[in-house]
């Protein structure tokens, strides 16, 4: 059966945003595409066979499932980086799928390496470093060296070395950016003095690869720019990118009530005039914040229109008043792409106190997806 709700997604933008980020890269400056959560909620599966055919062969997600996911839908060609530490249970899975691995402490890597050994499989990893998160990563030269030493060289290979920045979007403190790359290299460059060799160093994501040029290296991973969106409103305008998704509904029902009438749940609506009330059959199991609960905003015929009331688990109302000639099947638009009337992502974040990230990880697996070029 096919819904009315769903969120459109154009693949000639994410054609056309690969473009404008290989534009900020020399040759020598690989992409590793990063579509942990559901490729940010678009669908993994199709945006990573989508930038297969653009040419991309390295992705990232955080969790060994989400790699061994791509891997059951056919991508068997491409690297698969996985972001998280693989818990001692799944190491062996992760191995049989030829996943790339980040390690950063010498328990991590005897466990790989002893795995390995017993598979008698090779094993590619990386080392994480970590500058300044406090997240995840070796937090000194010692720590790193301590890892290194702990693989078993026969069977695990060091592919790469890398960090993650915590301020790559701050335009005001580009020096945070630039202590905790400073950091990053002193280990490298110590570890390369050593005798290691790592083909891919990388560092940034993408406010860091559109802000800071110089410290693109080997690699930049790109997430949320690839999908349309700067990670914050002060970027935008930097890199020509463009929403690749849109959501879209239509109107489930819509009646005029008369002057103080409750709307929703909880009553926390009154209509102040006579009301035209359009609802959509969409709702927070979808995605829609609740918050957005008397103060989100959808587009119907080229007007922005208010939520009244609660946002409901499977629809929510909108005072149509304004709009002329409003009639069921009606497409209404919520985020996307402006260039179809779609509302600004970020606008819709400031109603509901949310993140852009987190509005576009949290469109449920209910919600259709569909791909046109
Ligand atoms: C999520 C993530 C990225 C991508 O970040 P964007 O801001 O979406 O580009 C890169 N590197 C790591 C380690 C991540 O966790």
């Given at each position: 059966?096919?819904?009315?709700?769903?969120?459109?997604?154009?693949?000639?933008?994410?054609?056309?945003?690969?473009?404008?980020?290989?534009?900020?890269?020399?040759?020598?400056?690989?992409?590793?595409?990063?579509?942990?959560?559901?490729?940010?909620?678009?669908?993994?599966v199709t945006i990573a066979k989508t930038l297969t055919e653009l040419g991309i062969d390295r992705f990232a997600v955080a969790l060994g499932q989400e790699g061994i996911e791509?891997?059951?839908?056919?991508?068997?060609?491409?690297?698969?980086?996985?972001?998280?530490?693989?818990?001692?249970?799944?190491?062996?899975?992760?191995i049989r799928n030829q996943l790339t691995m980040t390690i950063f402490t010498p328990a991590q890597a005897a466990i790989l390496s002893q795995q390995a050994r017993e598979l008698q499989l090779p094993a590619t990893v990386h080392l994480k470093v970590d500058t300044g998160m406090a997240r995840l990563g070796a937090r000194s030269l010692e720590e790193a060296i301590a890892t290194l030493e702990a693989l078993d060289t026969e069977w695990?290979?060091?592919?790469?070395?890398?960090?993650?920045?915590?301020?790559?979007?701050?335009l005001d403190?580009?020096?945070?950016?630039?202590?905790?790359?400073?950091?990053?290299?002193?280990?490298?460059?110590?570890?390369?003095?050593q005798g290691y060799h790592f083909t891919f160093k990388h560092c940034c994501n993408s406010s860091a690869t559109i802000r800071f040029p110089d410290y693109h290296l080997d690699m930049v991973r790109i997430g949320l720019g690839m999908y349309g969106y700067n990670t914050d409103s002060s970027m935008d305008g930097l890199l020509d990118i463009r929403p690749i998704m849109t959501i879209k509904s239509h109107i489930a029902h819509v009646k005029t009530v008369p002057a103080d009438t409750p709307v929703s749940y909880g009553w926390s609506h009154y209509t102040k005039q006579p009301t035209k009330i359009a609802t959509l059959a969409l709702g927070y199991a979808d995605g829609v914040p609740r918050s957005l609960s008397n103060g989100g905003q959808f587009k119907i015929r080229d007007q922005i229109v208010p939520i009244i009331g609660r946002v409901c688990m499977d629809q929510l109302m909108l005072d149509v008043?304004?709009?002329?000639?409003?009639?069921?099947?009606?497409?209404?638009?919520?985020?996307?792409?402006?260039?179809?009337?779609?509302?600004?992502?970020?606008?819709?974040?400031?109603?509901?106190?949310?993140?852009?990230?987190?509005?576009?990880?949290?469109?449920?697996q209910r919600l259709p997806r569909i791909y046109h070029n």
């Open positions: 059966m096919k819904r009315e709700t769903y969120a459109e997604i154009n693949l000639s933008n994410l054609a056309h945003n690969i473009h404008s980020f290989k534009q900020l890269l020399s040759n020598d400056t690989a992409i590793t595409s990063v579509i942990k959560a559901n490729g940010y909620g678009h669908g993994a791509l891997r059951e839908a056919g991508l068997t060609d491409s690297s698969i980086l996985i972001f998280t530490p693989i818990d001692e249970a799944n190491v062996a899975e992760a695990i290979t060091v592919e790469g070395i890398y960090t993650h920045f915590a301020n790559g979007d701050d403190h580009p020096e945070y950016t630039h202590q905790q790359f400073n950091t990053f290299r002193d280990i490298f460059e110590a570890l390369e003095e008043s304004e709009v002329e000639e409003v009639a069921v099947g009606d497409t209404v638009l919520w985020f996307g792409d402006e260039a179809i009337g779609g509302l600004n992502l970020e606008d819709t974040c400031i109603m509901s106190n949310h993140y852009h990230y987190e509005v576009l990880c949290n469109l449920n």
